[in-house]
């Protein structure tokens, strides 16, 4: 599940910044709790390609990308998309960045999706 309960940094600034964000972009946090297929989260290949599934359903390229035991890191044009598992919990903290918002929650839905997480 996509926790809403971490919002954007726009509900914590003063107007400018806010400002800011709309033309610069957002970066948005989710914590996804209760995943059933936590060996995905053990598995660091699986992980990353988990999260390019979640990319390519937005039609989204992924131009560089880093990954070491639990933890992936994709860049796509103009933003990210991070994962930091942490299997023995069921749970996987995940941030992203886009000048677009609607479709960085939809990757993160879909990435939520993937990993089955209730």
Known sequence: QVDDSLRLAQAHVVPHE?????H????LLANLIGIQHAEVLRDTAALTEALEVAMRAE???VVGSSADRGHSFLAFQGGHLAVHAFPEEGFAAVDGFSSEESRMRAMLARFATTLNAS
Do not use: M, P, T, W
């Open 18 to 22: 806010a400002d800011l964000a709309k």
């Open 59 to 61: 039609n989204v390229e």
């Open 24 to 27: 610069v972009g957002s970066h």
